[in-house]
């Protein structure tokens, strides 16, 4: 089993930035990765990372205003998210998987936190 818990959403206008957090703990997971879901629309992927090699990826759009780290003990990941967009309003989720691979897909994920709000006023 793994846990995770985000934080660090909130309330931002256009063009600020805002770093969230995911906390992992239990059995520590292979690949993690950052997801967002806008009301009304499907799971998007936003970023992934392999903190043992530290490989990253992300989602084309987004690529270059959204970073995403982990800390050197690698229980913490980070989403780094500068000058955000009305569009980028969105409950951000941290979820996690076993193996190396790249999957952009939330349904290859097992296991969830449960979402932190970003909200971006234009």
């Known amino acids: 089993q793994v846990q995770l818990v985000e934080s660090g959403g909130g309330l931002v206008q256009a063009g600020d930035s805002l770093r969230l957090s995911c906390t992992v703990s239990?059995?520590?997971?292979?690949?993690l990765a950052w997801f967002r879901q806008a009301p009304g629309k499907e799971r998007e992927f936003v970023a992934y990372?392999?903190?043992?090699?530290?490989?990253?990826y992300y989602s084309e759009p987004l690529k270059g205003r959204f970073t995403i780290s982990s800390d050197s003990t690698e229980s913490t990941i980070f989403l780094q998210m500068n000058d955000l967009k009305p569009e980028d309003t969105a409950v951000y989720y941290c979820?996690?998987?076993?193996?190396?691979?790249?999957?952009?897909?939330?349904?290859?994920?097992?296991?969830w936190g449960q979402g932190t709000q970003v909200t971006v006023s234009s």
């Open positions: 979820a996690s998987k076993t193996g190396l691979v790249v999957i952009p897909r939330p349904e290859h994920y097992d296991f």
């Open positions: 239990g059995r520590t997971p292979t690949s």
């Open positions: 990372i392999r903190p043992n090699g530290n490989i990253t």
